[in-house]
């Protein structure tokens, strides 16, 4: 019976933990946890913008174009990231070691754009804590699982004796859910009664609900995705464990945000996609001209397909409505259900925006018709007391990101 209880008190800390599921007819509506890595394709060598800038929103500081990167050592680049570093911020060494050597091993050139993006980020998401506070989490947690407890009928006092259980670390389960601040303590919480629990490793190992974390909210299956395609440069015992560091958090967020072609005109389509997943802008541009093409109403949420599985590219076998809306205009397109279906499959990938449906679209869209937008998401987490949208969070960068820059004078 005992461990029957344990077994109940793993389980619904997970369900408490879990954003939950969203309805098929509400695709414009992510969850922050997931969005970031959940959504990303194995990472593609970096390849920094060169375009110049478009015309900023109302009020916002007009920036220089883009250039093509000087080449600086990494004398220079440190001294160029100690100059746009914020003063004040703790262990500053400690964050300019981190990214020097994100940069370097992931090949990007030391700039003020790339370097003020990333700190524009890591400064959104944590404040530059290592380890960030989740305000209300205990609060959070418990209230998750008195809901299901109610929702499937089980007796309180069946929850406080699984929970009353001691954990590896001397303390009962449900003394560390009281004292729970951050994902990293969560996290451990969770990895404990994988190994605690009865039939653990085979319940649980693929369930953890906690799926990002660390300064930059990395998701732990991006990282997963990236050490096949980019060898992680230093040891670690758990990868999972490396994504809460912030030695993991800034590498592997500099690769989400950076390494890969966008040929965007402004880094907050970059930031946009770091919410929303790569290529999210110009996916999102796509089904507005898609939209207006086909006189149908579309969720801009630069998902374009369905998937089982959006890291691995495991398509649904569903029409997407923005499927639909090709199928509608085929004819004016002139490319067959099979061509198009063809195509779609590299709406994850830089190679979409070369493919004959892309070239099509904008053909008859016109030279007018934007190439990137930022994806209209709603933002869904418990933690969240108010409406969040990507546009908010985009937003919210860049207003970073060009204070950044004024602090040497790049902007």
Known sequence: MKSRLTLLAGSLLVAACATPPQPASAPAVVSPASAPGAELPPPAPVEPASAPVVAPPPGRPVSKPIQPPAVLQEGQGRA????????????????????????????????????????????????????????????????????????????????????????????????????????????????????????????FEHKNPIRDGGPMQVSVAFAETHVRAWPYPYSYASLRDEVFTRRGSVYFGTAILLQYPAPYHDMVYRFADFNAGRYASRNAAFQQAVAKLSGRKLALDGDIMLYNNKMNRDLSGEVSDTQRALQAISGRLGMSDAEMLRDLKLEKLSGFAQSPLYQKVFALAGSKAPREIIPQIVLVSPKFTHKLTTEWFARRVDGRYQRCLARDGAN
């Open 80 to 203: 160029l990231l100690e100059r746009l570093l914020p003063q004040g911020i703790p262990d500053r060494k400690g964050w300019s070691n981190d990214i020097m050597g994100a940069f370097s091993h992931l090949k990007i050139p030391y700039t003020p754009q790339f370097f003020c993006a990333v700190l524009a980020v890591a400064e959104q998401e944590s404040g530059f804590s290592p380890d960030p506070v989740v305000p209300n989490l205990s609060k959070i947690v418990w209230g998750e699982i008195d809901q299901r407890r109610q929702k499937y009928l089980i007796p309180q006092f069946v929850v406080d004796a699984a929970m009353s259980k001691k954990s590896p670390d001397g303390r009962t389960f449900k003394q560390r859910v009281d004292a729970l601040r951050t994902k990293r303590e969560m996290n451990a919480l969770y990895e404990d009664m994988v190994r605690e629990l009865p039939f653990g490793q085979t319940i």
